[in-house]
């Protein structure tokens, strides 16, 4: 199947996922955020050990007994939550792209940021695809970093890592879904809403 702008013949919407309205969803989805960062944190310092177990006790010192170290270490980690989201949003943004040759929409709702596609109706795989995209290139990326760079930089490519696989719950419940899907469905992305259609066979036969 082939994305289009077009929802085929036969195809009813199946279900919809609507932060914009649904606030319990979207509560529940930074509350497992939450978890997700210190998962994800124990993953890639365990695999930081792996790769560079004579580096790592150097590489991580934080100073917390600097007023100015602190402040600095709190800025660091403003800005690198802001790399993140862009990072995140911009491989979504990529993929989406690279499936449809149209421009995706970006934005930042306060508790979220997204990039969309809401003309049109990826079908399942692809749409995975692009759902998975920024946890798996970025982590990739990222363990990639740390096998070449300076210890000093072991403390923000982590952080940076960790950030973007805990703003991955979204996509992880989305992946999830969609899993549980036939191949033939299809998704459409508006951003603060997706929404799943399936084939109707019931209706197909009438």
Same mark, same amino acid.
């Given at each position: 199947m082939q994305p289009t702008k077009?929802?085929?013949?036969?195809?009813?919407?199946?279900?919809?996922l609507d932060l914009s309205s649904n606030r319990p969803v979207l509560i529940w989805l930074n509350i497992a955020g939450l978890g997700l960062f210190f998962l994800f944190g124990?993953?890639?310092?365990?695999?930081?050990?792996m790769l560079r177990p004579l580096d790592v006790s150097e590489g991580l010192v934080v100073n917390l007994s600097n007023p100015v170290s602190i402040v600095l270490s709190c800025i660091v980690f403003i800005l690198l939550n802001i790399l993140m989201i862009i990072l995140h949003e911009a491989a979504h943004?990529?993929?989406?792209?690279a499936f449809t040759r149209s421009c995706p929409e970006f934005a930042f709702r306060g508790l979220y940021a997204? =990039? $969309?596609l809401p003309d049109w109706y990826l079908p399942r795989n692809m749409y995975l695809v692009t759902c998975l995209a920024p946890l798996v290139l970025i982590s990739l990326a990222g363990i990639l970093l740390l096998v070449f760079v300076p210890s000093k930089f072991f403390w923000s490519i982590l952080?940076?890592?960790?950030?973007?696989?805990?703003?991955?719950?979204?996509?992880?419940?989305? =992946? $999830?879904?969609?899993?549980?899907?036939?191949?033939?469905?299809?998704?459409?992305?508006?951003?603060d809403a997706f929404s799943l259609f399936r084939f109707d066979t019931r209706g197909s036969t009438q």
């Open positions: 077009i929802l085929p013949e036969g195809y009813s919407q199946a279900g919809i124990w993953i890639f310092l365990q695999i930081l050990i943004g990529v993929f989406f792209w997204y =990039a $969309a952080v940076l890592m960790t950030l973007n696989a805990s703003g991955a719950a979204g996509d992880f419940l989305v =992946a $999830a879904w969609l899993l549980l899907q036939p191949p033939t469905c299809l998704a459409n992305d508006r951003g």
